[in-house]
């Protein structure tokens, strides 16, 4: 079998003292889409974030154990490298004000200094907003600030931020839950289409959305990780009482 | 995980599936009192038991068209998942079962209806279709329990009380056969408790398949196309 794309073995993440993460271990293969599920305050959020070391952003966190992306140790990493290969998007849409929707989609470049041609800037737009179903909606308006479109469009022009710096790896931090059920539709459409090329965490409070769109699903509770497995089973027949108790709706 | 077990608030779902479950139960206890009642108008001749067994029929179709749309109900609006959505097509294929059960007793019933006046009463002893009917209809209570008790070792204890009806309805041809040698004028009555006895092999039938419904939702096992044999064991 190949070897799993990011590997978590015994990782644990704190804030100060507070012990976020209890030994996770977790193997995440290439091109499955997975769920991360779990009541608030579960430690999903501090996981994908330690994915791509945003976590250590905040004063006093720190992490132990192993965290890999293809066999590389991510706190080994250069984390600006990383996070080219691991891309995020938030809960809420965020591209950059200032910017056109060019810009916003090529930033990632301008930003780490990487010089382009005009004609490779151009590919990489319009391959990137291709990739997240935003192009025939904004081709002729390229120009235009990225805030001038709607939520949805926006939150879809973050996606094409992403994987213009072409990742490994997508992480998506409840990335639907602001958005009206239309976006919702065409982002979870997109998210499907995209598992051919990438892998996709996404943080999710809505099972159903789990349900639809993941491939494998991990549920954490108080800091574990309680139980990864196929969606299919955790939707139908969860090993665990907890898991099973979480998915009807009794707590969470 | 049994959906009794529950020590947090019950959520609307789970006031829903109660519900749904005490509806089945109710439609579990008709469906008893008919083939109890089938079983007296045959054993008494009693047409007009019959006939109200007859009638009741209808309620039974109804019972299982409500049934089936509360169900319905709340896999739409509710989206259950795991113990609870295993329930639910438990509870789907249970109401079919019991219905089918209702349809049997009705037959019978309808069998007494047209008994010739010289229905011979010892074509019942001969043919056993009394511990026919009390074997089945204790199947048909003991499974009742099994699903509203949660209990999967009774449910499993089903499968083995089917080897008795089995038994009497392959020898019932045979029986039926030199009877009819002997008093050909009473064919007729004889060809009527033939039917009457392949229809309560059924209801073994039955009570074996809302079993394996019992034990797939509780344990999440399915039984159905496997050997007897390894039905009856928790390993299985």
Partial sequence: MESPILKA?????????????????????????????????????????CVNRMHELVPDATVNGSLKLKGEEIYDMNPVVLRRKVGMVFQRPNPFPTMSIYDNVIAGYNLNGIKLSRMEKDDIVETSLKQAALWMEVRSTLHKKGTFLSGGQQQRLCIARALAMNPEILLLDEA??????????????????????????????????????????????LGELIEAANTKTIFTNPKHEKTQEYITGHFG | MALSNWKQKLTPLDNEIQQLK????????????????????????????????????????????KIDRDCEDILALFAPVAIDLRFLLAVLKINMNLERTGDIAEGIAKFVIDLPEDFDSQLLEITRVS????????????????????????????FKKDDLLDQINA???????????KNPSKTASALYILSSIRKLERVGDQAKNMAEEII??????????????????PED
């Avoid at chain 1, 704190?14 to 290439?30: A, M, P, R, S, T």
């Avoid at chain 1, 769109?213 to 549920?219: E, I, M």
Wanted: aromatic share 8%.
């Fill in chain 1, 176 to 221: 639907t839950s602001a958005l009206d059920p239309i976006s919702t539709s065409m982002i979870e459409d997109l998210i499907q289409q995209l598992k051919s090329e990438y892998t996709i965490l996404m943080v999710t409070h809505n099972m159903q959305q789990a349900a639809r769109v993941s491939d494998k699903t991990a549920f954490f509770y």
């Fill in chain 2, 216 to 233: 797939f939702y509780s344990e999440a096992k399915v039984l159905k196309h496997k050997p007897k044999s390894r039905k009856s064991s």
């Fill in chain 2, 22 to 65: 005490s509806e089945m139960i109710n439609m579990w206890e008709m469906v008893l009192s008919q083939l109890r009642k089938a079983e007296e108008a045959l054993i008494k001749k009693d047409k007009d038991l019959a006939h109200e067994v007859v009638s009741t029929e209808k309620r039974v179709n109804a019972f299982e068209l």
């Fill in chain 2, 171 to 181: 020898e019932a041809a045979n029986v039926i056969a030199r009877y009819i040698e």
């Fill in chain 2, 131 to 158: 511990e026919m009917f009390k074997q089945g209809n204790e199947m048909i209570a003991e499974v009742m329990d099994a699903f509203e008790k949660e209990d999967t070792g009774l449910a499993r204890k089903i």
């Fill in chain 1, 9 to 49: 073995t015994n990782f644990n993440a704190f804030f100060g003292k507070n012990h976020i993460l209890k030994n996770i271990n977790l193997e995440v293969h290439k091109n499955n889409v997975w769920a991360i599920m779990g009541p608030s305050g579960c430690g999903k959020t501090t996981f994908i974030r």
